[in-house]
T-cell receptor, first 116, second 110 residues
């Protein structure tokens, strides 16, 4: 079955530093990947749509200069949290869609980011 | 955008009991998925079910797209069923961009 790999699974960083999270589709090509954020005891909120070979599309209220997304190949999208602050601490989950219609979205295992 | 409402928000069961979780959505959908999020945060895809009925072991799901709701049935619940169950849908031009409900927190006691 389809597998989406996300790395790292958890990371602790200091305020002001940047953190990169990788999302890979392991056995299929994904022209579109999605990045979600989940705060404790809340639902998943879509942050942005990552499009291979073009700019990401950000949801309203998400700062594109703070959350840099790069989708350089059909199997890899990266999310970089720049100049992280404690309020960026959250659970970040990526998802990918196999390039065929009427198929489910597959999710990575998430990255728990803690900014101290 | 599309609205997704899940009920109940919390559910406590004794092991062996059956339960029904509901997902209402505000517009026609071209994708609906049910997920179980375990205590480690992993999202387990239970069903891809934009319409119709599916069964997988003790779990089954039904989506009545014309009436804009979906149901997830859990029979003979086990403690390992505990966690948050999310319904997520997409509509319009993209059937990939999912909007999540707020989830149902299920606790199964031994």
């Amino acid at each position: 079955g389809a597998v989406v790999s996300q790395h790292p699974s958890w990371v602790i960083c200091k305020s002001g530093t940047s953190v990169k999270i990788e999302c890979r589709s392991l056995d299929f090509q994904a022209t579109t990947m999605f990045w979600y954020r989940q705060f404790p005891k809340q639902s998943l909120m879509l942050m942005a749509t990552s499009n291979e070979g073009s700019k990401a599309t950000y949801e309203q209220g998400v700062e594109k200069d703070k959350f840099l997304i790069n989708h350089a190949s059909l199997t890899l999208s990266t999310l970089t949290v720049t100049s992280a602050h404690p309020e960026d601490s959250s659970f970040y989950i990526c998802s990918a869609h196999r390039s065929s219609y009427n198929s489910p979205l597959h999710f990575g295992n998430g990255t728990r980011l803690t900014v101290t | 955008g599309i609205q997704v409402e899940q009920s109940p928000p919390d559910l406590i069961l004794q092991e062996g009991a059956n339960s029904t979780l509901r997902c209402n959505f505000s517009d026609s959908v071209n994708n609906l998925q049910w997920f179980h999020q375990n205590p480690w945060g992993q999202l387990i895809n239970l069903f891809y079910i934009p319409s119709g009925t599916k069964q997988n072991g003790r779990l089954s799901a039904t989506t009545v797209a014309t009436e804009r709701y979906s149901l997830l049935y859990i029979s003979s619940s086990q403690t390992t069923d505990s966690g948050v169950y999310f319904c997520a849908v997409s509509s319009g031009g993209s059937n990939y961009k999912l909007t999540f409900g707020k989830g149902t927190l299920l606790t199964v006691n031994p």
